[in-house]
């Protein structure tokens, strides 16, 4: 896959998408990324980017059912196409590949110490 084109906050999104599973829509897509980035982001923000993402087939979306804690709104819920979990993978391993020509970059992930 080339010229992948994808932002790093598209990417992010993309991430928590695929860690939230079937929990992924708006507000807790919102509160999982203040959690795992330390960084407030407002709810149009990633309206916009989810919306984006569909549209470069990077996500699918079906709405929820009605529930009575929301006033009878259905939640839309977002889920990675192939091509999405493609392109991550990709995007992965070009970065793991150019991190390792670089000897200072070399980091330990076992959180160790």
């Not at 916009?48 to 079906?62: A, H, I, M, W």
């Amino acid at each position: 896959m080339k010229h992948i084109k994808l932002g790093n906050f598209e990417e992010i999104i993309l991430l928590l998408i695929g860690a939230l599973k079937d929990e992924a829509y708006s507000v807790a897509i919102v509160s999982a990324y203040q959690k795992e980035t330390g960084s407030k982001v407002n709810i149009s923000a990633i309206h916009t980017v989810l919306y984006r993402l569909e549209d470069k087939g990077f996500l699918s979306s079906q709405l929820g059912e009605t529930t009575a804690g929301r006033g009878g709104k259905r939640k839309r819920h977002f889920k990675l196409t192939d091509h999405a979990v493609a392109a991550l993978n990709e995007l992965a391993l070009i970065r793991e590949e150019l991190r390792a020509k670089i000897p200072a970059l070399k980091i330990d992930l076992s959180n160790e110490g």
